[in-house]
């Protein structure tokens, strides 16, 4: 299997732009939903695209500045917290994914997305399971997500030290539960995600 068989099935019915579109940040306890689109440029290929979770995080800083620099276009989208809160983390990820699109210097004819459902970009659309390991631009943009979004909750960690987001970048780790019942929730924390721990910790 080629990365790039989503890509050129879809350039072969006509669709010359392919955009790649995934997300970083569904599971975490705070921070905002990252996504990003990428439209690769088929002479210029990236090696070692994947699926951003199985790379090392060494190896995803190297392919961050690469990705966009041979990129044709891409773009990158978020959904806060509160938005989050709002919406739902579903809809608060097909948010972001339709801005991260939204942000492409290009516009793109078709788009592949990672997972089974459509986020209702505008275009025609093509879910791929596991998509980050099969498309290179769907690889290609779940690295661009990921690397956004840990840079940001290490800036977060910077005004908010006393919950470790430099180490758990948000995600619901024992540590993080331990820092959140010392010093409560932060201002960038879900509340929607901490519904049955403020339930359990809060004694009316």
């Known amino acids: 299997m080629n990365q790039l068989d989503y890509e050129q099935a879809l350039w072969d019915r006509g669709f010359s732009l392919v955009c790649g579109v995934d997300e970083a940040g569904r599971g975490p306890l705070a921070g905002p939903v990252v996504a990003a689109a990428v439209i690769l440029d088929p ?18 800083e190297a392919l961050f ?3 966009q620099e041979r990129a044709l276009a891409f773009g990158i989208g978020m959904a806060s917290e509160q938005e989050i809160d709002q919406y739902n983390i579903l809809q608060a990820t097909f948010l972001a994914m339709r801005r991260a699109v939204e942000q492409l210097s290009l516009r793109p004819d078709a788009a592949l997305v990672d997972g089974n459902q459509d986020p209702d ?3 025609p659309t093509q879910t791929v399971i596991k998509g980050d390991a099969l498309s290179a631009s769907i690889g290609a943009a779940s690295i661009l997500a990921k690397v956004t979004r840990d840079h940001l909750m290490l800036q977060l960690d910077q005004i908010y030290p006393q ?42």
């Open 43 to 60: 002479d210029r290929p990236v090696e070692g695209l994947d699926d951003s979770k199985k790379l090392t995080e060494k190896k995803r």
């Open 65 to 67: 500045p690469l990705i």
């Open 121 to 123: 970009l505008g275009i």
């Open 163 to 204: 919950y470790h987001f430099a180490k758990h970048k948000g995600y619901p780790t024992k540590d993080h539960y331990a820092c959140l019942a010392q010093h409560g929730p932060s201002p960038v924390h879900r509340r929607s995600f901490l519904k049955r721990w403020f339930q359990e910790h809060t004694h009316e």
